[in-house]
């Protein structure tokens, strides 16, 4: 049923007369719009995420970008402003991003906005980096304190982004001295996966806290870990990194224990690592950018 008026010609056809653009009508015979299938009703007929899914990237209530692309051609034209305040991984601005509209994308969480910027990184490369603005995050020291002492929590999470990497759950809780992790390859053994253990401190350090990372890096099996830190590291500290050695990869020897403050990442410090690919333990890489658009038939969104 079509909301249109149904016409009929001078041998008994159905057809519709709908809008052409410039104030034009088009003549559409109803049995030609029927060949190419029924019209979309209510139910849509999308498949769900399954674990196998390329777009997984391992977010709880992640949505198909088949779905989402559904509803913004249905709802928006090129250059228009799409809107998501609730937007998780970022599915709603990568398919935005894609159908060439401007976003305004919300979350309450530094996880889901580190990870929505490492989706387009990963799916568009660095070029998208200069296209978009983030406003809430921590730029510098005192807003990096301020976030410490308002949600430890959010401020791991923040610390965490800023090198790339993710809590294994978005839980609160027990971590076994563990805050995050990323996973990498090492040429020399490109079959084993290689790990780097990251604990954040947001309050005062000392070196027991470079000992208690020595363990964990040791019950782990891990090859670096690395201490992010509020505070300049102290003496002591510094002199209890070099108690652990060093790894040897590819491209050279990289220090087990590290220590990063947030003043150094913020001016663009990063982990001595090699330079490869990071598989994340949480959140998967976002596939490159797609040539096509899926195969949805759709009309120009006109306003009412």
Same mark, same amino acid.
């Not at 970008?65 to 799409?82: C, Q």
């Not at 990063?270 to 976002?286: E, G, H, W």
């Given at each position: 049923?079509?909301?249109?008026?149904?016409?009929?010609?001078?041998?008994?056809?159905?057809?519709?007369?709908?809008?052409? $653009?410039?104030?034009?009508?088009?003549?559409?015979?109803?049995?030609?719009?029927?060949?190419?299938?029924?019209?979309?009703?209510?139910?849509?007929?999308?498949?769900?995420?399954?674990?196998?899914?390329?777009?997984?990237?391992?977010?709880?209530?992640?949505?198909?970008?088949?779905?989402?692309?559904?509803?913004?051609?249905?709802?928006?034209?090129?250059?228009?402003?799409?809107?998501?305040?609730?937007? $998780?991984?970022?599915?709603?601005?990568?398919?935005?991003?894609?159908?060439?509209?401007?976003w305004i994308g919300i979350d309450i969480t530094h996880i889901a906005i580190s990870l929505i910027k490492t989706r387009l990184l990963?799916?568009?490369?660095?070029?998208?980096?200069?296209?978009?603005?983030?406003?809430?995050?921590?730029?510098?020291?005192?807003?990096?304190?301020?976030?410490?002492?308002?949600?430890?929590?959010?401020?791991?999470?923040?610390?965490?982004?800023?090198?790339?990497?993710?809590?294994?759950?978005?839980?609160?809780?027990?971590?076994?001295?563990?805050?995050?992790?990323?996973?990498?390859?090492?040429?020399?053994?490109?079959?084993?996966?290689?790990?780097?253990?990251?604990?954040?401190?947001?309050?005062?350090?000392?070196?027991?806290?470079?000992?208690?990372?020595?363990?964990?890096?040791?019950?782990?099996?891990?090859?670096?870990?690395?201490? @992010?830190?509020?505070?300049?590291?102290?003496?002591?500290?510094?002199?209890?990194?070099?108690?652990?050695?060093?790894?040897?990869?590819?491209?050279?020897?990289?220090?087990?224990?590290?220590?990063?403050? @947030?003043?150094?990442?913020?001016?663009?410090?990063?982990?001595?690592?090699?330079?490869?690919?990071?598989?994340?333990?949480?959140?998967?890489?976002?596939?490159?950018?797609?040539?096509?658009?899926?195969?949805?038939?759709?009309?120009?969104f006109n306003e009412p």
């Open positions: 049923m079509r909301k249109q008026k149904l016409h009929h010609d001078e041998n008994g056809r159905e057809y519709v007369l709908s809008d052409g $653009g410039n104030g034009t009508r088009v003549k559409r015979y109803v049995e030609d719009a029927m060949q190419s299938g029924a019209a979309v009703d209510n139910v849509w007929d999308i498949d769900k995420l399954n674990n196998s899914s390329k777009e997984r990237l391992g977010y709880p209530t992640q949505k198909p970008e088949v779905l989402l692309e559904r509803i913004i051609k249905a709802s928006s034209n090129e250059g228009d402003t799409v809107l998501d305040p609730f937007c $998780g991984c970022g599915t709603t601005i990568a398919v935005a991003q894609r159908l060439n509209r401007s990963d799916i568009y490369g660095e070029s998208i980096v200069k296209t978009y603005t983030v406003r809430g995050e921590p730029t510098t020291y005192s807003e990096a304190q301020a976030l410490a002492l308002q949600d430890k929590y959010q401020f791991q999470w923040w610390a965490l982004g800023l090198v790339g990497a993710r809590r294994t759950e978005e839980k609160k809780g027990a971590d076994q001295g563990i805050d995050g992790r990323l996973y990498f390859h090492d040429e020399l053994e490109s079959t084993k996966t290689k790990q780097v253990i990251f604990s954040i401190k947001g309050g005062k350090t000392e070196a027991k806290d470079i000992r208690d990372l020595r363990g964990v890096i040791e019950r782990e099996n891990a090859e670096i870990g690395v201490l @992010i830190t509020l505070q300049t590291p102290t003496k002591p500290m510094r002199d209890e990194i070099t108690t652990i050695g060093t790894y040897q990869s590819a491209w050279g020897k990289h220090p087990r224990l590290q220590i990063l403050t @947030i003043e150094e990442l913020l001016e663009g410090k990063r982990v001595d690592m090699p330079p490869l690919k990071q598989v994340n333990v949480t959140f998967k890489k976002a596939p490159k950018a797609r040539n096509q658009l899926s195969n949805i038939p759709t009309l120009p």
